[in-house]
Antibody, heavy 119, light 106 residues
Framework: QVQLVESGGGFVKPGGSLRLSCVAS????????MSWIRQAPGKGLEWISY????????YYADSVKGRFTISRDNAKNSVFLQMNSLRAEDTAVYYC????????????WGQGTLVTVSS | DIQMTQSPSSLSASVGDRVTITCRAS??????LNWYQQRPGKAPKCLIY???SLQSGVPSRFSGSGSGTDFALTISSLQPGDFATYYCQQSYSIPHTFGQGTRLDI
């Protein structure tokens, strides 16, 4: 079965950096776009980034463009989110999700990793 | 960006009730509309994709309808595990925006 496991969350000061990882199993990893979606405490869901199966196509939400970088290593079935210049408003649970190939739903999710940005 | 608006924001119901949650897009998303369920402290789970297609393993009491700008998620007979927050999401144009959520309480 599809499994996604995130890691790398933690506590960081404003302006700092953090790198999130997500390891996938149970499917042919390079056949799928992967995404990061976040949820601030007590708030709704916010899509932030996609990366294609080859890594050649990438999209970002305006709220993170220029600060966050998504990447993947298909040999290790892993997707990453490098987060720089972090702000208090980036505090959230970050989910890794697989994007379905038809109609682009997020059809499988990891358990999430919490990022807290505070001085 | 396409704005997604859900109503109601919260809803109280009982086991066995039939409930409907609606989602409106600020412009047409054709049928690129998905529904998710999130139980407290858990990751979201996809229930419906393409407006009306049931994700594998999701009980048939969940159904979706609509196209263009107006959509609905219906739960035909509420079960205890259905008390959760529900989100719609458009996947027609990037950014793939979510609605603000509908909290379904007992």
């Amino acid at each position: 079965q599809v499994q996604l496991v995130e890691s790398g969350g933690g506590f960081v000061k404003p302006g700092g950096s953090l790198r999130l990882s997500c390891v996938a199993s149970g499917f042919t990893f390079n056949d799928y776009y992967m995404s990061w979606i976040r949820q601030a405490p007590g708030k709704g869901l916010e899509w932030i980034s996609y990366i294609s199966g080859s890594g050649g196509t990438i999209y970002y939400a305006d709220s993170v463009k220029g600060r966050f970088t998504i990447s993947r290593d298909n040999a290790k079935n892993s997707v990453f989110l490098q987060m720089n210049s972090l702000r208090a408003e980036d505090t959230a649970v970050y989910y890794c999700a697989r994007r379905g190939n038809y109609y682009y739903s997020s059809d499988s999710w990891g358990q999430g990793t919490l990022v807290t940005v505070s001085s | 960006d396409i704005q997604m608006t859900q109503s109601p924001s919260s809803l109280s119901a009982s086991v066995g009730d039939r409930v409907t949650i609606t989602c409106r897009a600020s412009q047409s998303v054709t049928n690129f509309l998905n529904w998710y369920q999130q139980r407290p402290g858990k990751a979201p789970k996809c229930l419906i994709y393409a407006a009306s297609s049931l994700q594998s393993g999701v009980p048939s009491r969940f159904s979706g309808s609509g196209s263009g700008t107006d959509f609905a998620l219906t739960i035909s007979s509420l079960q205890p595990g259905d008390f959760a927050t529900y989100y719609c999401q458009q996947s027609y144009s990037i950014p793939h925006t979510f609605g603000q959520g509908t909290r379904l309480d007992i």
